[in-house]
């Protein structure tokens, strides 16, 4: 049976070019990167490199890159670290509805700390309101924290709009990028950002990196202690082969974003047109067109979410109902309630996520075996409805 991955927006495989840089630091530049002898020496200036690399990529200084174990050490970083060493200007910290867990945990862990946290709604898309972000900021704000990209509904936020006015404030601007990365371009400088988070399994780099932007001068408490490590920043040796992977990745898509997303812009657009013209009721959610190029999350009138996630898993077809993260969970998406998504229509919510190696064919099949599965869960659920409301089966 053939497999066919449409979850990308969980993870990506590692790609060659990328793997085949790694290769060699597990077995040869096997070096501490921070003893003085020449294997560490060796693995320090792969480091040096790949933080070139993704500064570069980001328009930043390689001083201003933390490597971190991923985007949920980078966000709780984020949020635990400025808030602690911002605390003595005030006690107010803002973010939205619809954040990845770990910024959303990372503030719950703020509020028993004391801290004052807004959760801003989102419209319908899944953008944040402005008007919502302008009333909360106050004197007493610190921090606020906005998604560039959700990983639910693909929405992109106006982060450039938002970090002027929280900049007029001079307020700290955060934002969570992973999902943004690859997607366009990312310059901190021009979206006046100071501080933000990426990972590298989400662009075809390993699981377990992840780097944190921090603007030189911005004030941010340590999160992980125990070393002298990344200037004193981030205790833990380096894991010197995933950096250099992610390094490469980063100068990967710098290369090749624009292209690549055009690829998977035009699957994900046949794939969409191709389901809206051939399925009945069926709803989008998020946003129309201001949202990530290989991501549409789609309901499926009367068809239970999770159902159709297991036929198609049964077809050889990876596709998620949300994040995974919240995915075994009964819970609806809190993305999708945030959007006041109707429950039903909530439950229903399949994410498709497409990569710049999938192809034609590959839509067609899933959009075949989709046809079948929502077909026979519909007929399954109308027997269901029949036999509980007394009608008869026909
Ligand atoms: C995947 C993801 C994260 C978490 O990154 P990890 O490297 O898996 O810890 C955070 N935020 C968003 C938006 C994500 O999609």
Not at 97 to 121: M, N, R, W
Request: with cysteine; proline share 1%.
């Amino acid at each position: 049976m053939q497999r066919i991955y449409l979850d990308n927006a969980s993870t990506t495989n590692v790609s060659s070019e990328v793997l085949n840089e790694m290769l060699s630091v597990f077995s040869q530049n096997f070096g501490n990167s921070n003893s003085l002898h020449s294997f560490g020496r060796d693995a320090q200036a792969l480091v040096d490199t790949a933080r070139d690399r993704i500064a570069k990529a980001i328009n930043a200084e390689r001083g201003e890159i933390y490597f971190t174990s991923g985007g949920t050490e980078s966000n709780n970083w984020a949020i635990l670290g400025l808030a602690l060493a911002n605390k003595n200007k005030g006690n107010r910290v803002i973010t939205s509805q619809i954040e990845h867990a770990s910024v959303l945990e990372s503030c719950k862990k703020l509020e028993t700390l004391g801290f004052e946290v807004v959760y801003l709604p989102v419209d319908s898309t899944g953008l944040v309101s402005i008007v919502d972000l302008i009333d909360k900021l106050d004197q007493n704000t610190i921090l606020v924290s906005i998604m560039s990209v959700n990983n639910e509904v693909g929405t992109i936020q106006n982060i450039k709009t938002i970090a002027k006015i929280v900049h007029e404030k001079d307020i700290i601007f955060h934002t969570d990028a992973v999902q943004a990365v690859g997607n366009f371009a990312i310059d901190v400088k021009d979206l006046e950002v100071d501080v933000m988070s990426v990972s590298g399994h989400k662009i075809h780099a390993p699981k377990g990196i992840g780097a944190l932007y921090v603007k030189k001068g911005i004030k941010i408490d340590n999160l992980i202690v125990g070393g002298e490590q990344e200037r004193g920043k981030r205790g833990g040796t380096l894991n010197v082969p995933s950096i250099v992977g992610f390094g490469k990745a980063f100068e990967i898509l710098t290369k090749n974003y624009v292209y690549d997303c055009k690829k998977v812009k035009t699957l994900r657009d046949y794939f969409f047109n191709r389901v809206m013209n051939e399925i009945d009721d069926v709803e989008l959610n998020g946003h129309q067109n201001q949202k990530l190029a290989g991501l549409v999350n789609l309901s499926f009138a009367g068809v239970d979410g999770e159902a159709l996630l297991f036929l198609l898993d049964l077809e050889g077809i990876a596709v998620s109902t949300g994040s995974a993260c919240s995915s075994g969970s009964q819970e609806p998406s809190h993305v999708l309630m945030a959007m006041k998504v109707q429950a039903q229509v909530a439950k229903g919510a399949i994410r498709f996520s497409f990569s710049k190696s999938n192809t034609k064919e590959e839509v067609d099949y899933v959009v075949e075996k989709l046809k079948a599965s929502v077909a026979k869960l519909r007929e399954f659920s109308t027997v269901r409805v029949k036999k509980t409301t007394g009608e008869k089966n026909v």
